[in-house]
């Protein structure tokens, strides 16, 4: 507020100056020329009837001479100064209206509206610096659980295209340098209703400015930091970044469940994103050779994935240098079919685009089902912009990184369990199982998407089951899936996970006994999440869930129990 009255008041400090010289001299001059009154008589006007008369004359209102008639000599200094103050006037709202419109005054008048809303919320919020594809993603489906959000950016046009998005809820926005401690502050860093910051800007060194930055300013709130290198990953985690998402490393552990276990890379998708695959595109042919084109950051980490999963590689590289350590590596870019049969296309089952330019990628696609029209196609996408090419050019798998960032810190948001579950299926668990939760899970929810969530066990999340647990009711996971409104029905949801302190139980039974301290990881379709909320916060509902009567100590409850 401090800085957007000092620039007011200097761009006005001239017209104002002028306003009150103009002002200054003319009521002077009609004190100082003589008059005539009534009696004929010399009047000289006071300084009262001064001021008055050239007020209403500087206004052009134009009440008439007063207190008397004027001279002549009057008469001349008045069309002197309604020409002085109607120019002095004019200069003064013509520096306003010029100044109103100043780019720079409307950037300080919207921070100074933006700090206001901020510092006025009263419901819990994420601070989300960069509205690109993942920032964009993020916040609508954030805004679809009707969490608050507020955005910063350093480029207008995307605030603008923020504030023309359609969203449920309302989202404060600023364009500025979210790389700046004062602006970060600004926007709730520091608020108490701030869940966490995201940092989603394209640029690492901005994010790496963000997570430190909010690390020192509030210790205690959660950071998301998006990267794609090595180093700053490396430097990310190092300070305590609670989640460090690279989009190669991410989407590489991605595509190898795909490559040696189809039907767990099928769980892996229902649970991070929000469109999922359907049941019937799991792929059966994958076993066999496989051809990565470009051995850049996305290659490396593919290459090491999928050797860890022994599957039989060979790189593509158009830089000898890379690959000469590799035991099948190819010289060239991929888009040549020689090159590509060289590679081995005829016999494989699948084939990776992924250097970092568009045209080359859709290039080594085309070609190489030409030569193989039943492989496995997998093509990276660089530009956003470019997404309706990618979209109609038939790859079996999409690889664009801000999408893949986005699902993957919304399934961290919608809980922390959702990795230790996935790390869990990979090492311990085969196919078939997997095969067998899919099958459950598209029985609960059906083409519908999937959502997946977490309680705690305890007073903050659970209220009622702690309440029932000290009035001698035995707590079960089944009390989580009855139906509030008829308790002889179940929600569609089940539980995924069941962490007991160190303790890890997959699909646990819903008659197991629940502790306090007990988390629960649950998946199934959004409004059985909304309606298991009634049952775990209000113990009239859990009571009626259990017992099937209303636990009510009122006079008409009593009443009508007695009665019944």
């Known amino acids: 507020m401090n800085?957007?009255?000092?620039?007011?008041?200097?761009?006005?400090?001239?017209?104002?100056?002028?306003?009150?010289?103009?002002?200054?001299?003319?009521?002077?001059?009609?004190?100082?020329?003589?008059?005539?009154?009534?009696?004929?008589?010399?009047?000289?006007?006071?300084?009262f009837h001064a001021v008055y008369f050239v007020s209403f004359m500087g206004s052009t209102?134009?009440?008439?001479?007063?207190?008397?008639?004027?001279?002549?000599?009057?008469?001349?200094?008045?069309?002197?100064?309604?020409?002085?103050?109607?120019?002095?006037?004019?200069?003064?709202?013509?520096?306003?209206?010029?100044?109103?419109?100043?780019?720079?005054?409307?950037?300080?008048?919207?921070?100074?509206?933006?700090?206001?809303?901020?510092?006025?919320?009263?419901?819990?919020?994420y601070l989300i610096c960069g509205y690109?594809?993942?920032?964009?993603?993020?916040?609508?489906?954030?805004?679809?659980?009707?969490?608050?959000?507020?955005?910063?950016?350093?480029?207008?046009?995307?605030?603008?295209?923020?504030?023309?998005?359609?969203?449920?809820?309302?989202?404060?926005?600023?364009?500025?340098?979210?790389?700046?401690?004062?602006?970060?502050d600004a926007a709730?860093?520091?608020?108490?209703?701030?869940?966490?910051?995201?940092?989603?800007?394209?640029?690492?060194?901005?994010?790496?400015?963000i997570s430190i930055a909010s690390k020192l300013l509030n210790p205690e709130?959660?950071?998301?930091?998006?990267?794609e290198s090595d180093i700053t990953s490396a430097n990310l985690k190092s300070f305590g970044t609670d989640l460090v998402v690279d989009p190669f490393r991410t989407y590489a552990q991605y595509l190898s469940l795909a490559a040696h276990a189809p039907y767990m890379h099928l769980v892996y998708d229902w649970i991070h994103n929000p469109f999922h695959r359907p049941l019937s595109s799991v792929y059966q042919r994958t076993k066999g050779r496989w051809i990565i084109c470009g051995h850049g950051r996305f290659g490396r980490a593919l290459y090491r994935d999928f050797d860890e999963s022994d599957v039989e590689l060979t790189v593509l590289d158009i830089d000898a240098e890379k690959i000469k350590d590799l035991p099948h590596q190819v010289t060239g870019v991929g888009t040549e079919a020689v090159t590509l049969m060289e590679a081995g296309i005829m016999d494989a089952v699948g084939i990776v685009a992924g250097t970092n330019n568009d045209a080359d990628n859709l290039s080594i696609m085309m070609t190489a089902r030409e030569l193989n029209p039943k492989?496995?196609?997998?093509?990276?996408?660089?530009?956003?912009?470019?997404?309706?090419?990618?979209?109609?050019?038939?790859?079996?798998?999409?690889?664009?990184?801000?999408?893949?960032?986005?699902?993957?810190?919304?399934?961290?948001?919608?809980?922390?369990?959702v990795p230790i579950f996935i790390e869990e299926m990979r090492d311990?668990?085969?196919?078939?199982?997997?095969?067998?939760?899919?099958?459950?899970?598209?029985?609960?929810?059906?083409?519908?998407?999937?959502?997946?969530?977490?309680?705690?066990?305890?007073?903050?999340?659970?209220?009622?089951?702690?309440?029932?647990?000290?009035?001698?009711?035995?707590?079960?996971?089944?009390?989580?899936?009855k139906d509030p409104h008829n308790r002889k029905k179940n929600l569609h949801a089940f539980p995924l996970m069941l962490k007991r302190g160190d303790f890890i139980d997959m699909l646990p039974g819903e008659l197991d006994e629940l502790q306090e301290g007990d988390e629960v990881l649950i998946c199934g379709l959004n409004k059985s999440n909304r309606r298991?909320?009634?049952?775990?916060?209000?113990?009239?509902?859990?009571?009626?869930?259990?017992?099937?009567?209303?636990?009510?100590?009122?006079?008409?409850?009593?009443?009508?129990?007695?009665?019944?």
């Open 61 to 125: 209102i134009g009440f008439g001479e007063i207190p008397y008639e004027f001279t002549s000599a009057q008469r001349m200094w008045t069309l002197f100064c309604i020409y002085a103050t109607v120019i002095a006037w004019l200069y003064g709202i013509g520096t306003t209206l010029a100044l109103i419109q100043e780019p720079v005054f409307g950037r300080m008048m919207r921070r100074r509206s933006f700090t206001a809303d901020v510092r006025q919320m009263n419901e819990p919020f």
């Open 3 to 47: 800085n957007v009255i000092y620039l007011f008041l200097r761009r006005l400090r001239v017209p104002l100056i002028t306003l009150i010289v103009v002002y200054s001299i003319s009521v002077l001059g009609f004190v100082l020329i003589p008059g005539e009154d009534d009696q004929g008589n010399v009047y000289r006007m006071d300084f």
């Open 375 to 417: 492989l496995l196609t997998v093509v990276r996408q660089n530009i956003h912009a470019n997404s309706l090419v990618f979209k109609n050019s038939r790859a079996d798998f999409i690889m664009e990184p801000g999408r893949i960032i986005a699902n993957r810190i919304l399934a961290h948001v919608k809980s922390p369990l």
């Open 132 to 184: 690109g594809v993942t920032g964009s993603v993020v916040v609508r489906q954030l805004a679809r659980r009707d969490i608050r959000v507020v955005v910063v950016d350093i480029n207008q046009d995307k605030i603008d295209a923020l504030e023309m998005d359609e969203l449920p809820v309302s989202v404060s926005a600023l364009c500025a340098d979210a790389s700046l401690p004062d602006v970060l």
């Open 428 to 481: 311990k668990f085969d196919d078939v199982w997997a095969h067998t939760l899919i099958n459950r899970m598209s029985s609960v929810v059906g083409d519908r998407e999937l959502d997946s969530w977490a309680y705690t066990v305890g007073e903050k999340e659970t209220p009622a089951f702690m309440e029932a647990k000290r009035q001698g009711f035995e707590l079960t996971l089944s009390l989580f899936f």
């Open 188 to 209: 709730g860093l520091q608020h108490p209703k701030c869940i966490g910051i995201m940092a989603l800007t394209n640029h690492d060194q901005v994010n790496l400015s």
């Open 221 to 227: 709130r959660m950071v998301i930091s998006r990267t």
């Open 532 to 564: 298991m909320q009634w049952t775990v916060n209000n113990y009239n509902v859990l009571h009626y869930v259990i017992t099937g009567n209303d636990a009510s100590n009122s006079l008409l409850s009593r009443f009508l129990q007695k009665n019944k």
